[in-house]
């Protein structure tokens, strides 16, 4: 395969690819600043962060000319995934995308991608000390019964880490909750974001 598990198997994958970052990110952030004067207070976006969402269904940047040869390789990893989540021959098509910036002090707050089979999350651009994704653990409402550290939801140790850099694209299921570090660098992270789905089933 040419993604590997890394957590709770088969539940998230990783993958990489290797982005120009410099070449596109004036794109970017013309994209960006766009969304910035559409948000509002309840973005999943804090500290400062800023999110293309407002835009994802009439500029989605899975559309642009910049990803295009990433998108052709990021079906053929999702057809990976898709087999390996036991899941039923569909169509799979890349419903929204959006990107999120978080400048320095920003990070983005638990949430999940509802009704969506795979989601995808792309690092375009992770500074050093910028922070890690965060995954909550699944088997929480089984943790009720375990004689738990006290300290144990105080401390945050429900969400598990992974460690991600530039070019990383990591694979999960919309269900998982999950949210970001705060970016704890001197300079922005970029990444952005994807929702497959299924469509209509194949016909013999």
Known sequence: MLVSPVHLKPQIYKAHWDFDFDSMRSHIDERVDAAAKLMKDDTLEKGGGITTVVHCLEDPPHNWEIFDEFKLWLYDRIDEVWEDYNFQPMMR???ESWINKHPPGAWTAEH???????AVAVYLNVPKNSGRFLVKDPTGMYKRQEPLDYHYYESGREWQ???ITSGDVLFFPGWMSHKTE???STEDRYV???NIRGAHMYHD
Do not use: A, F, T, Y
């Open 93 to 95: 098509q890349i419903s």
């Open 112 to 118: 999940h991608h509802q009704c969506i089979q795979v």
């Open 161 to 163: 880490p992974i460690e």
């Open 182 to 184: 705060v970016n704890l």
């Open 192 to 194: 952005m974001s994807l």
